[in-house]
């Protein structure tokens, strides 16, 4: 069991994972009575295709699904950080993000990665999505010992059609290993 955790615990190790992660985010703003808020659901499989003997290609696709205000009266701001609410609420899917790339995984010690990734405009709620392509680097870096995990995933974006939009996303994870 000890030594199953630690695969599923490192991205690039060489075995499927299927998880799903769910945020609460209380919005605020000036036309907010202070109860409104977001449910999102992440769909994050981080799927691991062996390379030879010690490398590993990596796709590590992001699905979430979004309840919370609709599109009626919403002033503005972003999906995580709206300035208003809505009226009804509803729930809607949001941009696919695909990052993927190719790395080497150790159990112990530093595990690494490069790559690409993507942002699909798939939402389908205009306050949900950037609404446009976006491409850019990913990098992953993982140190591990017989005690603990602690990585770092990075991917920036450009916008590939209607500007240039930049965004950055920093995920740092520590997974204490079960003895």
Same mark, same amino acid.
């Given at each position: ?16 994972? +299927?998880? *799903? @992660? ?6 605020? /703003? &000036? !036309? ?8 999102? +659901?992440? *769909? @994050? ?6 390379? /030879? &003997? !010690? ?125």
């Amino acid at each position: 069991m000890e030594e199953l955790s630690k695969e599923i615990s490192n991205p690039l190790a060489q075995i499927w994972n +299927l998880s *799903f @992660q769910y945020n609460f985010t209380s919005i605020r /703003g &000036d !036309k907010v009575d202070g109860s409104e808020h977001l449910n999102t +659901l992440l *769909f @994050q499989p981080v799927l691991p295709v062996p390379v /030879g &003997d !010690k490398y590993t290609f990596f796709a590590r696709p992001v699905f979430a699904m979004v309840e919370g205000p609709s599109a009626i009266g919403i002033a503005g701001g972003t999906p995580s950080d709206p300035l208003a609410h809505g009226t009804e609420r509803s729930t809607e899917f949001g941009d696919l993000i695909l990052p993927i790339g190719f790395g080497e995984a150790k159990q112990i010690g530093w595990s690494w990665g490069l790559g690409a990734t993507f942002i699909f405009p798939t939402s389908s709620n205009d306050l949900l999505g950037s609404h446009q392509y976006q491409i850019g680097p990913t990098a992953l870096a993982l140190w591990a010992n017989e005690d603990w995990m602690l990585g770092e995933f990075l991917q920036q974006w450009w916008g590939v059609a209607n500007g240039c939009g930049l965004n950055i996303m920093f995920q740092t994870a520590w997974y204490p290993t079960p003895t």
